[in-house]
């Protein structure tokens, strides 16, 4: 376990991060300007169909301005900033990367959220709040990169409130071999992709009842699609984030879903009444 999470350090390393986010943030205005997470959308929402799939997931999970919401693999803090500011709810994250956390933090801090979202370094394997403390946690494009899925979802189980909602927007395996480099992975050594029957069993068995099932797949390409013939997006966006070679991560991510090898899901689990 260990050995598999450093490669996801070392992929999610970004170093300089914070720095380079506020140079990319001069082209919308002067340190002292107040953001909107809507400004960000372009750079903080690390996953594919960006702020649209958040919006959606969000609202199949059913949150609310009373909802205390994790979201697991919090990258720099997109979705949380988006629910805290469209719901008024209170968002924690948590994320394996230092860098991506600082980056988080000075981002929320550009929104006036700090009092409203929180973030911290932790492994999703070992979450570090005590049992049933959440109403909802969020998953998005997270579990590709880690190996013991039963554990995982067991932590995620373990800090849900009974009766809270696990929602989970992740990429899955389909048929054949992806082509890397991917933007979670630039070799198979830090990939762990399962088919979407193998998440599905792996988080029932972890103590969850499937409330929403949906396969994403072809919104996904009709995303890309429109992504290529759109041409290169705007700074900032999220090669700010990931690097150089982020156009390349990006591009083998639409062959793959193009060619049928991965697709796309979105789920929503209610936490069982005990725990397995």
Known sequence: MTDSLDGVRDHYRATG????????LTALGPEDKRLTPQQLGALDQFHTRGLAATVELARFAGVTADSSVLDVGSGVGGPARFLAATYGCQVTGVDLSEPFVDAAR???????QSGQVSFQTASALELPFDDGRFDVVLLQHVAMNISDRARLYCEIR????????????DVVLNSGEPHYPVPWARTPATSCLLSAGATREAIETAGFRTLTWQDDT???????VQLRASGPPPSPNLG?????????LSANLGRNLLEGRLGILTAVFEAASTNP
């Open 218 to 224: 072809e919104a996904a390409k009709d995303w890309i």
């Open 240 to 248: 700010v984030v990931m690097g150089p070679d982020f156009a390349q």
């Open 17 to 24: 991060l914070t720095e380079r986010l506020k140079t990319a």
């Open 106 to 112: 000075y981002l929320t801090g550009r929104t006036g």
């Open 158 to 169: 373990r800090v849900l409130k009974s009766g809270g909602r696990f929602a989970t927007y």
